[in-house]
């Protein structure tokens, strides 16, 4: 559901699954037994939202139906909700690469790049990137989740080491599995507001 007072942006991290047999039914799961599904949107007034970033594995598949059967996966419900343009992805995606290519795509949305000008900087910085620079920007996040006292430092750390035992200059994150599985689905997007406000 919407916030009283909707921010530009709505970041869902978590899980979802696309049910193949019922598409209305795919659903983002949340709290203890709660399952937001692609129904429930459709009844939902969401234009306030410049975008929303499901970083979870297949919110992007849409079940093989008619034409005529309109909005039948969880991107399409939101589109209908009234969002401009949602990220979402294609196949299951590995928490790690997820976080690096979220990060990466709002940094480049908070320069003032369009979000599909964000996506592809973003899937090609992840693409190109060295070990030797993965390694840095992991020890860089694992100093700021310890000093804010994050569990998921542990991850960053134990990513940092991988990197080190990696050739410096190979590019781990190279094959399309790890940033190809990412799509932006939508129409017209409100940068101006996405700068103005925090994500919901």
Known sequence: AACETPHAALHFCGHAA???????????????????????????????????????????????????????????????????????????????????????????????????????????????????DLHTWAVTAQNHLQAAGRPEANLFASRARVFANQLPDSCPYAHPYYWAAFTLSGHTFRTDALNQTSAG
């Open 18 to 132: 696309y049910d193949a047999a019922r598409p209305l039914q795919s659903c983002l799961f949340l709290a203890g037994e709660s399952r937001l599904t692609a129904r429930d949107l459709l009844d939902r007034d969401l234009s306030a939202y410049s975008l929303v970033s499901l970083a979870a594995c297949e919110t992007g598949i849409a079940g093989e139906v008619a034409l005529t059967a309109d909005y039948v996966g969880l991107v399409s419900a939101f589109l209908r909700a009234g969002v401009a343009a949602v990220l979402s992805t294609l196949w299951t995606v590995e928490s790690f690469t997820t976080s690096l290519l979220i990060v990466e795509f709002y940094h480049h949305l908070q320069t003032g790049q369009p979000p599909a000008a964000a996506l592809h900087a973003a899937q090609t910085w992840l693409r190109e990137a060295k070990a030797a």
